[in-house]
């Protein structure tokens, strides 16, 4: 049997190590103010008319969106943050939050209604991205619903994290929502364009993000 290569020992810490050990926290505080602010994963889920019964969230800071969805009676609300600080702070006693990686979630086997990551894939090492991937999926109900939010440049880009210029940490840009519709396991249901760093203005391909509502069907796309 071959020996399972350690990434670490060729290229030094993985960038998920190092939001670990404390960027996750870092970012946090210097976000913190303005969580929740024009959202576009609960407008989906508003516009849509879904009414999920739980909920999971990847990347879920202090559970503001969970709290948020927990209004409309949703029973089962559980999020993953890599930030303890975030967690610490979470913003109600009602939801299930817990310290976590997206590429080894600390969760058993449930599935859930709905699964929400939001602005979370881009930052995660690429060694790493297709377990945050399948992680995720592995989550998401036959027939659930999935909402992934992130970045849409004209082509994949890297660009260098600036509050740690010296660690070598980068923004992975890219569409994510197209690594579950490619397998036809998934559906695009709904899906909103804008500018990340002014909504009132045209995207270009620095900072076009884009919110995507997918709906998991294990064979109803296939003819």
Known sequence: MAAQ????????????????????DRWYERNRDALGHD??????????????????EIGCANGWRLAAIAESGAPR???????SAAISAGVSQTLDLSVGRADRLPIEEEFFDLVIVNYVFHW????????????????????GYLIVGDFLPDRPTKVPYHHLPDDSVFTFKTDYAAAFTALSTYEVIDREIYNHDDPSAEPTSENRG??????????????
């Not at 990434?7 to 960038?15: D, K, M, N």
């Not at 995660?124 to 027939?143: F, H, K, N, Q």
């Not at 884009?210 to 003819?223: E, I, M, N, P």
Request: aromatic share 4%; net charge negative; hydrophobic share 40%.
């Open 124 to 143: 995660i090492d690429r060694s790493t991205i297709l377990a945050a991937i399948s992680e995720t999926d592995r989550c998401v109900a036959p027939d």
């Open 77 to 83: 609300l559980v999020g993953v943050d890599v930030s």
């Open 39 to 56: 959202d576009w994963p609960l407008r989906l889920i508003e516009r849509n008319a879904l009414h999920p019964e739980s909920v999971l």
């Open 210 to 223: 884009v919110c995507t509502l997918l709906r998991k069907t294990l064979s109803g796309l296939y003819r």
């Open 5 to 24: 290569r350690d990434v670490r020992a060729v290229s030094g810490p993985i960038q998920d190590d190092v939001f670990a050990a404390g960027e996750g």
